[in-house]
């Protein structure tokens, strides 16, 4: 009779009380060939008696997947998941995962300890990739990953360096286009409301924003930016400082459409005519959009096919690890409404 403590089993365990090799137990495990009947029946006695759990890594070691992919999101404000863009992101990102029989599995990491958690984690092949969106600046998560040789795709970059797989939308064009349609329809004295200064996405929008004022040779005071962090509320601040600290402004370009709703509800708040007093352009081009009043002005960015970029690029990685960094960038369009 086997004498074993009280602990999880373990391979050896379990061919022991088969009467087998370890060999013998990964193959069975694995469904491998060359097994006798007799001798895989006896693996399956001893898996069962003992409660034996297969290691995942062991199974990914074998050529096998465990058909589950992480999207990580790691702000650690837990309101940012009420706004439309992590929805519309999820839902675009489980679609194409479903359509392949993956499982989706969402996770939230905010410290160290939970970044190493999930490196342990996806080391120990209970997911075949990870997924990861909000990562600022200074997060050296994606770096954990790929140095461990985890298949990695990021929604957005870090920096204009970055050299983990990603996919993004024309954030600077974009912002270039919203910003150059405010100019053509007579507009001189155009605010910015600006994203999280960490985030790179926050940075390009501004800097589209800043390229179109100095093609159109309009002024650019560091007094006509004024900071939000995505959200509806941010944006309704924003838009407060800005008409106090300008009233003659005539247009504001919100690099968000959450955002670019609290400014409209700001300029309504103060008596302000949208578009005749101030015209008002977003980033995003969510159903938000069309339900503002004035139904708003806005860049789309193609969040159905970012979504499926990430899936297809991210599938390639785990099919054909380590090849070259692949760096997407999708073009944006601008949707003309009445706001501006």
């Known amino acids: 009779m086997l004498n074993r403590g009280s602990g999880t089993p373990t391979l050896e365990e379990v061919a022991a009380l088969a009467g087998v090799g370890r060999g013998?137990?990964?193959r069975v495990i694995n469904n491998a060939a060359g097994v006798r009947d007799s001798t895989r029946r006896a693996v399956q006695r001893a898996i069962d008696e003992l409660g034996y759990v297969p290691n995942l890594a062991a199974r990914s070691l074998a050529g096998q997947r465990a058909g589950a992919v992480a999207l990580v999101m790691t702000k650690t404000d837990w309101r940012l998941f009420g706004e439309p863009f992590f929805s519309e992101i999820v839902r675009a990102v489980g679609d194409a995962l479903d359509e392949r029989g993956v499982q989706l599995l969402l996770t939230l990491?905010?410290?160290?300890?939970e970044r190493q958690r999930l490196l342990e984690y996806v080391r120990g092949g209970r997911v075949d990739g990870v997924l990861l969106m909000s990562v600022s600046a200074e997060d050296r998560l994606p770096d954990m990953l790929a140095d461990a040789g985890v298949p990695t795709v990021l929604l957005g970059r870090r920096s204009g360096d970055e050299r983990v797989t990603y996919v993004d939308a024309d954030n600077v064009g974009g912002a270039r286009d919203a910003v150059g349609h405010l100019v053509r329809?007579?507009?001189?004295?155009?605010?910015a409301i600006a994203g999280p200064p960490e985030m790179y996405v926050a940075q390009c929008r501004l800097r589209g924003y800043r390229e179109a004022l100095r093609e159109a040779g309009c002024a650019?005071?560091?007094?006509?930016?004024?900071q939000g962090d995505f959200t509806e509320?941010?944006?309704?601040?924003?838009m407060a400082r800005l008409i106090e600290r300008h009233p003659e402004v005539d247009a504001v370009f919100a690099a968000s459409d959450s955002m670019a709703a609290g400014a409209l509800a700001a300029l309504h708040a103060a008596g302000r005519r949208v578009p005749e007093d101030v015209a008002v352009v977003g980033f995003d081009d969510f159903e938000l959009a069309e339900q503002t009043d004035p139904p708003l002005t806005t860049v789309r960015q193609p969040m159905e096919e970012i979504g499926r970029a990430m899936v297809r690029l991210l599938l390639e990685e785990m099919s054909r690890p380590k090849v070259a960094w692949h760096h997407v960038i999708l073009r944006t369009r601008l949707m003309v409404r009445q706001s501006g």
């Open 109 to 113: 990491v905010r410290t160290d300890t």
């Open 220 to 226: 650019e005071p560091p007094s006509l930016v004024a």
């Open 185 to 191: 329809g007579g507009r001189r004295t155009i605010a």
């Open 24 to 26: 013998t137990v990964s």
């Open 233 to 238: 509320a941010s944006g309704r601040r924003a």
